[in-house]
């Protein structure tokens, strides 16, 4: 089994905040990072779906790529005990996805999780290769599908 051959540290930061909503069957969740006075956003859809800096123009990661946390003592977790580690430094890992991942079927399936966490936007994978299957068409302005992905969450 090979190693990923991309693997990228978009943000590291104290976790300010954790929101987990449940709708219908489906666990909604944001939490929010801070590094000073820049911030850093990672949404889930029972997985982590879509990050990105907040002042970003576009998402620093976006699923089919695994977003994952690291704490500063090494210890990995998952989005049942993020809570735990409000308060403390973690780093979001980010985590190309196979190519293999990138079949028509299997994207339309992530599209329609960031559809519901109203994200209309193309994903750019981590490793920087072309999804021809996604759409291309220029997303909304950053802040606003931020926004709005706030609000879907419960926070806003």
Not at 30 to 39: A, F, S
Not at 116 to 135: E, N, R, V, W
Request: include cysteine; proline fraction near 8%.
């Amino acid at each position: 089994m090979r190693a990923h051959e991309y693997l990228e540290v978009p943000f590291s930061g104290t976790l300010d905040s954790v929101s987990q909503n449940t709708v219908g069957a489906l666990d909604l969740g944001m939490l929010q990072l801070r590094d000073g006075r820049d911030g850093f956003t990672v949404f889930n859809l029972n997985e982590n779906l879509i990050a990105w800096r907040d002042q970003g123009a576009s998402p620093s990661a976006i699923a089919p790529d695994s977003i994952c946390f690291l704490a500063e003592d090494g210890q990995t977790f998952t989005n049942a005990s993020v809570a735990e580690y409000i308060g403390k430094r973690i780093h979001v890992i980010g985590i190309a996805a196979s190519p293999l991942t990138r079949t028509p079927k299997i994207l339309a399936a992530y599209q329609a999780g960031l559809l519901k966490l109203g994200y209309p936007g193309p994903c750019t994978p981590l490793d920087g290769s072309a999804i021809p299957s996604m759409p291309a068409a220029a997303p909304p302005q950053a802040t606003l599908w931020r926004n709005h992905l706030v609000k879907v969450s419960g926070r806003g």
